[in-house]
Every structure is written in C-alpha cells, then in structure tokens.
C-alpha cells in the first residue's frame, strides 16, 4: 500500500516560517490534503487538493506538491500553530485514504 | 452546520466486539455524496484511517481490518455505526467519525468534518 513519510518533529521561532514535508513515491500525481491536531482535539482540515484553504483558516498556512515531496507552509507562525501536522491523500489502486504518520511543530 | 458525535462503551474486554456509533446532526447521512467514515488514532500515534460506507450502501475498509469490522448506516436515525469483532489490547484508540468529501478538482477524497472522538480502552 502506498505510504506518506513525514519527519517527527520541526521547530520553529515564533514569526518565522515552518515547513512539513511529506513524501511519497510520485506524491506530485496526487491530491494531498493536510490537517491540524492540537492536543486532545480532533484533526482539522487545513489545506486540500494541495493548496486550497477550506473557509476560516489563515492565509498563513499553504500547500504545495511537486515530484514525490509535498509541503505545507506555516508562515508567521504564531503559538497557537504548535500541533501536529498529517498529510493524507486517497491511494487509488486500494481506494484506501492513507495518512503519513505526523509531524509534531514545536514553537520555540 | 453539521455537526458530528461519536459515543460508544469507553471500555470493551478482550475477544468481545466494540460497537460505536456517530450521531450526525444539521444534514442527512442520506442526502449528497458523502463518505460517512471512522478513523482512529492508538495513544501517542498517528491517525489510521478504519473505512467508510456512503449513503448508496458502499462500504471500503482498510484490508488491515477488514475482516474484523463492519460499517453501517441508520437512516431513520440519522447515524451511521462501526462494529469491530475480536478486540485486542491494540485496538485500544480514540475513534473518530468524520465526513468524507470528493474533490472532483484532483479526483480525490479528502475530511472536511471531525467528530470530537471518544476514546476506547481494551482490557
């Protein structure tokens, strides 16, 4: 089945910008959609279709997917971004939704 | 809006099956086309998506668990439920249901709508 790797954790400077990657094998061919867990709550969809906002999230946070990398950028990151971060995308052949295993954003 | 709840038995013994069920409100689970789905996350991991049924009666769940778990939807209730037979100690989780969408733009499925989970210990 198809798998997403994402690094365990970044870290981050209030105001600066972070970057979570999330890769997979021709990841670029594929619609990536990301989501925000803050502790002890439910995920939250982000980004999807790689750099689409739903309403009410912040300009801040943006997509991209190229090759077999997908990124979701935080800019101006701010105290309350401190969350875990999953990309997700559909794998056809299985029509499983595959989630990568989440990166922890640490702001310093 | 919609809005969705999970609730279910916080404790299941080994070997017995685990019944959860996600209350939808503000929408029908019968109107659109939705992909009424349960994922769940072991303490300290990852998200692990479990299946979804839509509201023609399709039914896909992860091969992982396939066997041992069964998604279905009331109508009349407005609810749709999980069943997973067999339970271990590594079925131990917080499930959540969520909405799944299609996104025609790139021909995949994505969530747009979370429960606020409710968490199952096996033991």
Known sequence: SYVLTQPPSVSVAPGQTARITCGGNIIGSKGVHWYQQRPGQAPVLVVYDNDDRPSGIPERFSGSNAGNTATLTISRVEAGDEADYYCQVWDSPTDHRVFGGGTKVTVL | ?123
């Open chain 2, 1 to 123: 809006q919609v809005q969705l709840q999970e609730s279910g038995p916080g404790l299941v013994k080994p070997s017995e099956p685990l019944s959860l069920t996600c209350a939808v409100s503000g929408g029908s689970v019968s109107r659109g086309r939705n992909y009424w789905t349960w994922v769940r996350q072991p303490p300290g991991k990852g998200l692990e998506w479990i299946g979804h049924i839509t509201n023609d009666g399709t039914i896909r769940s992860n091969s992982s668990l396939q066997t041992r778990v069964t998604i279905s939807v009331d109508t009349s209730k407005n609810l749709f439920s999980l069943t997973m037979t067999s339970v271990t100690a590594a079925d131990t989780a917080v499930y959540f249901c969520a909405r799944g969408v299609e996104s025609l733009a790139t021909v995949t499925f994505y969530f747009d709508l979370w429960g606020q989970g409710t968490r199952v210990t096996v033991s």
